[in-house]
């Protein structure tokens, strides 16, 4: 659904295609890539759709779409430049209008994940790029929060963190971080990649991906599952879950919804591992505490197999893409949705006669219909972008003749152009605290002490949480305040004061204090988050 493109690997077919006067199809060709990742209906009944363009060979610009109800063209914006190569992996936006996108572009002779914030009129008001330390990063998806501010997903951003791809970031309004934190925390964790980040209706946020991880009863080997991690929004995990250790499950998560009630239906592989083998696209269903409740196979009986895309309607019942191969590579690719019910019984299936990749994003939409967004491939080979909007019988949609009035939030109409990344700030020493511990510590000094002593904030927290057995690690990079505490080898309480993120030290008169040791610790959120010793008195 997301940055990477789920595709089953065969020779690309092309499947002629019909498309009939009033139906709702749209399709993106021409003579160059165009890659549309990922859709949202923008607050106007509009659709904005993001990805990319590849002007030249492999240099894309970034791709924002605005079109109206039926997917006709009102504005588009591309980012980047010639210097600088860029792609738009996903979006979102405010009830004022502003859109947030993430991404990444190219400094020198690597690509670092990006956010840029936009306006109600499509005008740049702020962009941060995240050096991602001598290497290739992605920003892979972005969702607002309801306190204010952004969780951010970033993949391979830090150098010689080999087992740690998958990075949440929390980022305030202006885009500075606040903190962050890896996942899978978990050693059984190995070679993990996400697909899709979702904000959930209990405050929570879900990371779909996968991993490699052993069974329950042998650490070798390891396989490849569907992976499903929880994180509230100060950064605590509530769990890590490589699904269907205990019952030889093997797969990968593409994308995830959710109930009411927090249960959580992800599209996936599931690469059967007994008869009859091969892969399948298939529905899977976790329940808010992370217990795996059931799957159920759309397609049984084929090599080759994925779903990608999915969402609710408003019968709450399940809209899913799927993609297979009965006979690899001698059979014809098979492309269809489903419309299951959350038992993941198929209802309705209807075939599409259009390209052998899944689609990439699939929305609800206000009138309780589906547009799925996704790759079309073409002869000569270039990536196309395919809409289509379908009902709730999956027929597909009629085109709308009614007026509707668009970007009412401009006060000016907007205006089609391409914005450059060039003047956008670029956010250095993300990873500092990772490979300069010193700056995560109290320092006093002097130590010994005479009359006074100076205690030395951290540049940076490092809280570590415990939670049905995880132990969660998360660095803030801002706060409010902390307290700073100091105790006597007797634990009693000599020194107590709350100190502001402003206040880089404190200085204590030690005159009329015993001679002895002390204990010096920073407390942040009720967890020690540093600490340190000293000898003072006379």
């Not at 759709?49 to 504005?75: P, Q």
């Amino acid at each position: 659904m997301k940055f990477k493109i789920l595709v089953i690997e065969i020779f690309c077919l092309f499947l002629v295609f019909k498309v009939q006067g009033q139906e709702w199809i749209k399709l993106f060709q021409g003579d160059t890539n165009f890659l549309g990742r990922h859709i949202v209906e923008h607050y106007d009944k509009g659709y904005l759709l993001a990805g990319d363009k590849e002007i030249i060979a492999s240099h894309c610009y970034g791709w924002l779409y605005k079109s109206d109800i039926n997917g006709n063209r009102l504005w588009e914006k591309t980012f980047g430049g010639k210097d600088r190569s860029t792609r738009i992996s996903s979006l979102t936006y405010l009830d004022d209008g502003e859109i947030i996108l993430i991404g990444e572009t190219s400094i020198g002779s690597n690509h670092d994940p990006f956010v840029i914030k936009m306006n109600s009129c499509g005008e740049k008001q702020w962009c941060k790029i995240y050096d991602a330390v001598s290497q290739d990063g992605c920003g892979l998806y972005i969702v607002s929060i309801p306190e204010g501010g952004y969780i951010a997903l970033f993949e391979n951003w830090v150098e010689a963190e080999e087992n740690k791809p998958v990075w949440l970031f929390r980022l305030d309004e202006e885009g500075e971080i606040i903190w962050q934190q890896y996942f899978p925390q978990d050693s059984i964790f190995w070679g993990s990649g996400a697909y899709d980040l979702d904000y959930s209706n209990d405050n929570t946020i879900i990371i779909t991906g996968e991993s490699y991880t052993p069974d329950t009863i042998s650490p070798n080997p390891i396989y490849l599952r569907p992976m499903i991690v929880k994180v509230d929004l100060d950064g605590n995990a509530v769990f890590e879950l490589s699904w269907g250790r205990e019952i030889d499950f093997l797969g990968n998560g593409t994308t995830s919804v959710f109930d009411n009630n927090g249960n959580i239906y992800t599209a996936i592989r599931h690469i059967r591992s007994s008869p009859p083998f091969g892969d399948s696209p298939c529905l899977m269903k976790t329940s808010p505490e992370g217990i795996p409740l059931f799957y159920n196979d759309l397609i049984d009986s084929s090599d080759l197999g994925i779903s990608t895309a999915m969402n609710w309607f408003h019968d709450s019942t399940l809209i899913l893409n799927g993609v297979w191969i009965r006979n690899y590579p001698e059979d014809t690719a098979f492309n269809s949705v489903f419309k299951t019910n959350t038992a993941g019984d198929i209802i309705l299936q209807k075939e599409l006669f259009m390209s052998v990749h899944g689609f990439m994003d699939c929305i609800s939409t206000y009138d309780n219909k589906a547009v799925l967004v996704g790759p079309f491939g073409f002869t000569p080979p270039y990536w196309q972008t395919m809409m289509i909007k379908l009902n709730s019988d999956l027929e597909y949609d009629s085109v709308y003749t009614r007026p509707f009035t668009y970007d009412s939030l401009c006060p000016h109409p907007i205006a089609s152009d391409t914005i450059s990344l060039s003047d956008c700030e670029v956010v250095v020493s993300i990873d500092e605290p990772l490979q300069n511990p010193e700056t995560t510590r109290l320092h006093v000094y002097p130590n010994p002490a005479g009359e006074k002593i100076t205690i030395e904030m951290p540049k940076y927290l490092v809280r570590k949480t415990g939670n049905h057995g995880l132990t969660a690690t998360t660095i803030y990079h801002q706060w409010k305040e902390t307290r700073l505490e100091v105790f006597d080898l007797f634990g009693k309480l000599m020194y107590c004061k709350a100190v502001p993120l402003q206040e880089k030290s404190v200085e204590l008169n030690l005159s009329a204090w015993p001679r002895g040791m002390y204990l010096t610790r920073l407390v942040f959120m009720n967890e020690v988050v540093a600490q340190a010793r000293f000898v003072a008195g006379r």
